[in-house]
């Protein structure tokens, strides 16, 4: 089965490694950004694939979650628009976003949870 790529875009090393060895052991096409330039980079390369999937953190140097957010919007809309978008946040109060996205994932998160949305929008025959 060829699952969808997720890409993770997150600050933390030790969060972006952990989910990188778990989904790239569950078979998933894995794509790591530390802030969210470096995701826009990702999207704007011909060889890497467009994300099935995007866990965002918001708070982030360079470029926080929300300007990325905005960002993806004008510059990707297609992506924008076709991409199932969970931010990954502890902060209770996400209304400041002024873009929809899919959902939140409160931090810490369980990973069976990020496992069920993967599953969910990139394919998988695990069951949870």
């Given at each position: ?115 069920k ?5 990139c394919?998988?025959?695990?069951r949870?």
């Amino acid at each position: 089965m060829s699952y969808k790529p997720i890409y993770i875009v997150e600050d933390d090393q030790g969060i972006r490694d952990c989910l990188k060895e778990y989904f790239g052991s569950e078979g998933y096409p894995v794509f790591l950004a530390e802030h969210g330039q470096a995701a826009l980079d990702l999207l704007e390369m011909s060889s890497t694939p467009k994300p099935g999937l995007i866990f965002l953190d918001l708070m982030m140097p360079v470029m926080d979650g929300f300007i990325f957010l905005s960002e993806l919007q004008q510059r990707h809309p297609m992506v924008f628009a076709h991409t199932p978008i969970f931010v990954m946040s502890a902060r209770a109060d996400t209304s400041q976003l002024t873009v929809k996205t899919t959902g939140l994932v409160k931090k810490p998160f369980d990973l069976a949870d990020l496992a069920k949305i993967a599953a969910k929008y990139c394919g998988s025959s695990v069951r949870w």
